[in-house]
């Protein structure tokens, strides 16, 4: 806790904080995307590598421009927006979708397609067809900000982290009786 303390007061500070905001601003700022999806729905006779394997080759081919994402998601997607080139309409940061699929799509740019993203749904690509600026500034979403950071510091360390950790199990001894305490 001590060492958590430390880092959350060497990297939470105001100029950091701002920075954050800055490079994040869609996701805090009320922002909303038009986005589209492609969706491969994970199965026991598609598991979610599969998926993922088969959403970075149409990608490709999007990017290569001899495809593109609205064609693709007809071809393709297993969602009920496939009929709509994968047409989702505008989403908020926070709803409807789940945190797996709209923190990436908040990181792209108008055009941008991500990599394959899985979520509870299955194993998406996403591209943001419009985006509609929000008008909170840093100082109405401090708080959001804060704990936004906190997140993304202890993720960040606990990956570092995990690289170098040595993780043993160690069995536990046998139950004694209550008899023998």
């Given at each position: 806790?001590?060492?958590?303390?430390?880092?959350?007061?060497?990297?939470?500070?105001?100029?950091?904080?701002?920075?954050?905001?800055?490079?994040?601003?869609?996701?805090?700022?009320?922002?909303?995307?038009?986005?589209?999806?492609?969706?491969?729905?994970?199965?026991?006779?598609?598991?979610?590598?599969?998926?993922?394997?088969?959403?970075?080759?149409?990608?490709?081919?999007?990017?290569?421009?001899?495809?593109?994402?609205?064609?693709?998601?007809?071809?393709?997607?297993?969602?009920?927006?496939?009929?709509?080139?994968?047409?989702?309409?505008?989403?908020?940061?926070?709803?409807?979708?789940?945190?797996?699929?709209?923190?990436?799509?908040?990181?792209?740019?108008?055009?941008?397609?991500?990599e394959p993203i899985v979520t509870p749904f299955g194993v998406h690509l996403i591209t943001v067809l419009g985006h509609e600026p929000g008008k909170k500034t840093?100082?109405?979403?401090?708080?959001?900000?804060h704990d936004d950071m906190r997140q993304y510091m202890f993720d960040w360390l606990a990956e570092k982290n995990?690289?170098?950790?040595?993780?043993?199990?160690?069995?536990?001894?046998?139950?004694?009786?209550?008899?023998?305490?």
């Amino acid at each position: 806790q001590m060492t958590w303390r430390r880092a959350l007061s060497k990297y939470l500070t105001p100029e950091s904080t701002s920075k954050y905001f800055a490079q994040r601003k869609r996701h805090f700022d009320g922002s909303r995307l038009h986005v589209a999806h492609i969706l491969l729905k994970v199965s026991d006779q598609r598991g979610t590598e599969e998926c993922k394997r088969e959403l970075t080759e149409v990608r490709k081919k999007i990017q290569a421009k001899e495809l593109t994402f609205s064609n693709a998601a007809k071809k393709h997607s297993a969602a009920p927006t496939k009929d709509k080139g994968g047409d989702m309409g505008w989403i908020e940061r926070k709803d409807p979708m789940p945190e797996s699929f709209s923190r990436p799509a908040f990181d792209l740019a108008i055009g941008e397609v991500s990599e394959p993203i899985v979520t509870p749904f299955g194993v998406h690509l996403i591209t943001v067809l419009g985006h509609e600026p929000g008008k909170k500034t840093e100082k109405d979403v401090a708080d959001a900000v804060h704990d936004d950071m906190r997140q993304y510091m202890f993720d960040w360390l606990a990956e570092k982290n995990r690289k170098e950790a040595e993780i043993k199990i160690v069995p536990r001894p046998p139950r004694t009786s209550n008899t023998e305490r």
